[in-house]
């Protein structure tokens, strides 16, 4: 799969930051290329919530994230390729990436059972029986027409007890195996994905063998799902290490723009979550002095922005009429306010990147804890050193 892949992907590794892991790079895709480190909004039913697909590429974002179980529930896989693809579908013309469904079986699914042979479940909609299997996986994948795919795998929750997380990274092994033998489409991209819990020594064993199977790109899965940020960021440690220079890495499910920061220092590549638009229609919104809380009374006389050199339109107004919005009930607010956060993420691993070509990593990250309100060294594992 990686050799058919290389026709039309290519990783291109532009620079490493000269005092940490932190890299430059451009991911070259059939819809386009992708400047890294990036952040892909999560259009989980085949919409980013809020935003349309011409003001998310204002917001600068390059690729964005659909969700394969989501859009197998409904509308169905046959329904989107009988309507083009997900680009047609979705109205979005760059470059799209497909999670397994792994997580969300994990997450969302009702009296889910586990075999080798995949997975059975009940619908979370209405409650009817689904099966998936590492080759059904694939072929929902391959039929929604993303440009990157995942392998299926098993997510378990953290911490757990050690045989659990070992069975379940030795399963998701194996269907990394069959997920390959699946994929047949040479304009897809399959990453693998590496799972370990919690277990350094276990997570580089992992690597060490989806290394050996030669995917297009790797992905760290199953953080995010309760440990702790150092716990996470050990985990990366363990990692990214073992994983080919010359591939994208992508951090999956993460997230805060702090742990952006951290994964960043650590090498990774590519990031998604929907913690931008899950607050903003919640009226929480990032910024470089920390997180506003726009329902807070303090703002209802304030004739300032969000921020002033933000070119996002929420920008345009002062934070009284954002916080008159949810007040309100307008749904103009939560739309707003979705679209200044996935912005905000744009703007900051685009500012990322020139601090990595300008070999001052460490000095931006500290830069914008400090804006933040964060101490860098509280509870914070020490940037590693560069590759």
Known sequence: MYGLAMRLFRFELQHLDGRSAARRGTLHTPHGAVETPAFMPVGTQGTVKGIDAGRLGETGAEMILANTYHLALRPGEETVAALGD????????????????????FSLAERVRVTEQGVEFRSHIDGSLVNISPERSIDIQQKLGADLIMAFDHVVALPNQPHVVAEATARSVRWAERCQRAATRDDQMLLGIVQGGLDPELRRRTARDMVAMEFAGYAVGGLSVGETPAEMYACLEAVVPELPADRPRYLMGVGRPQDILEGIARGIDLFDCVMPTRNGRNALVFTDAGPVRLRNAMHEYDREPLE????????????????????????????LASIHNVTYYQRLVAAAREAILADRFGEFREEKYRGWGIDPRAGEVPMPAPE
């Open 86 to 105: 997900l680009h047609q579908f979705m109205g979005w013309s760059g470059p799209i990436l497909t999670d397994s469904g792994g997580f969300q079986v």
């Open 308 to 335: 002033p050199h933000c070119p996002c339109p929420a920008c345009r107004h002062s934070r009284g009429y954002l916080r008159h919005l949810f007040q309100a009930g307008e749904m103009l607010g939560p739309i």
